[in-house]
Nanobody, 120 residues
Framework: QVQLQESGPGLVKPSQTLSLTCTVS??????????WSWIRQPPGKGLEWIGY???????YYNPSLKSRTSISRDTSKNQFTLQLNSVTPEDTAVYYC????????????WGQGTQVTVSS
């Protein structure tokens, strides 16, 4: 069973870069046939998919966030990382990493989520 754990700062100042890491255990980000995804949920709102890095290393982003988003990976540590630039208070949310099935698009395993607040 794949397990995921998010880590990173809980407070980011406006205009700075939000950086979160997802550490994967029980599976490999290069051999498991998944899209390794980031999703967020702002307070009082629904889930918003941010983007993914595939087992192949290719990436795909939500068009509404694409200009500010980068997802990369460290295969030696079995981790993948989200960077969101030029954040505003509207980026305040609980951020999750998760596995996504390429064929169905269904999400499978989720991390527990990490709260990120954008505030000066």
């Amino acid at each position: 069973q794949v397990q995921l754990q998010e880590s990173g700062p809980g407070l980011v100042k406006p205009s700075q870069t939000l950086s979160l890491t997802c550490t994967v255990s029980g599976g490999s980000i290069t051999t498991n046939y998944y899209y390794w995804s980031w999703i967020r949920q702002p307070p009082g709102k629904g889930l918003e998919w941010i983007g993914y890095i595939a087992y192949s290393g290719s990436t795909y982003y939500n068009p509404s966030l694409k200009s500010r988003t980068s997802i990369s990976r460290d295969t030696s540590k079995n981790q993948f990382t989200l960077q969101l630039n030029s954040v505003t208070p509207e980026d305040t949310a609980v951020y999750y990493c998760a596995t996504q099935e390429p064929n169905s698009g269904d999400f499978g395993s989720w991390g527990q989520g990490t709260q990120v607040t954008v505030s000066s």
